[in-house]
């Protein structure tokens, strides 16, 4: 209602497509592919978005994320450094784009959303990099809304179960 263009990044092109089509609202909303563990990918995409849209981002949903289920002795290095690749480093590497975008375009009502998890209490067992994956992130949005939020960027994260 208040003529937000959404644009849905993905690692699947057409996925995030599809799902860009079926969001309501007058707006044209947009797919756009992005690899969230890598800075250039990331970069490109907050670039791509400033170039062909006429309003400056405002607000940021960092949801991609991936899990690993096995026990801890079975987990090789390969298997956490995939989780923290997506849940952590794409969490941390969006929220430094935006906000470099934000405070670039001067919005001062802006607003960084990222999805933890209350699962980073390791309250199930085989879950040990998804845990501490998530519950890196509730650090660093408390450490990122603590530093942007006297430029009026908020950052929240919703703690699904």
């Known amino acids: 209602s208040q003529g937000a263009t959404v644009v849905v ?10 799902v860009a089509q079926s969001l309501p609202g007058s707006a044209t909303h947009k797919g756009a592919f992005v690899d969230v563990g ?5 970069e490109k995409l907050f670039a791509h978005v400033k170039d062909t849209q006429s309003l400056p981002v405002s607000i940021v949903v960092n949801s991609a994320g991936i899990a690993h289920t096995a026990p801890l ?11 923290i690749r997506v849940n952590l480093k794409g969490t941390f590497l969006l929220t430094r784009a935006a906000a470099r975008a ?8 802006a607003a960084i959303v990222n999805i933890a998890s209350i699962l980073w209490k390791g309250t199930i067992p085989m879950i040990s990099p998804y ?17 942007l939020g006297p430029q009026g960027i908020r950052c929240n994260a919703v703690l699904p179960s």
């Open 9 to 18: 990044a993905d690692l699947n092109l057409d996925a995030a497509n599809v």
């Open 102 to 109: 934000m405070t670039a375009s001067g919005v001062t009502d």
């Open 38 to 42: 890598d800075s250039d990918s990331v």
């Open 73 to 83: 002795v079975d987990t090789t290095d390969e298997d956490f450094d995939r989780v």
């Open 131 to 147: 845990a501490a994956s998530k519950g890196g992130v509730i650090s660093l949005t408390k450490t990122v809304a603590q530093e």
